[in-house]
Nanobody, 123 residues
């Protein structure tokens, strides 16, 4: 059974940092591209960052230079280091797995999803 479990969310002041984790089981993690998505209040789900099996990365323009995605293929864990957080980063953050070999931030392309972890940034 596939499981993606996010953790590490919380409340932080603007300028602060958080590191999200996503523990994965039930599929061959090393063979999947992985992504982080977020959905703020009243907004559509948007792609934040993605990482392919060999470590190549892709970021949304809104987080470039502030967020870093990484993966530990030995431990089946995906990370998102978030620095210089802004109030507009407030959202539910989801990790997701894509069985294709394409690095992309297109949510409908992803096969498996976690339940999300809330990030709240206050000004």
């Amino acid at each position: 059974q596939v499981h993606l479990v996010e953790s590490g969310g919380g409340s932080v002041q603007a300028g602060g940092s958080l590191r999200l984790s996503c523990e994965v089981s039930g599929f061959t993690y090393q063979d999947y591209c992985m992504g982080w998505f977020r959905q703020g209040p009243g907004k559509e789900r948007e792609g934040v960052a993605a990482i392919e099996t060999n470590g190549g990365t892709l970021y949304a323009d809104s987080v470039k230079g502030r967020f870093t995605i990484s993966r530990d293929n030995a431990k089946n864990i995906l990370y998102l280091q978030m620095n210089s957080l802004k109030p507009e980063d407030t959202a539910m953050y989801y990790c997701a797995a894509d069985s294709s070999w394409y690095l992309r931030l297109n949510a409908p392309s992803y096969d498996y999803w976690g339940q999300g972890t809330q990030v709240t940034v206050s000004s």
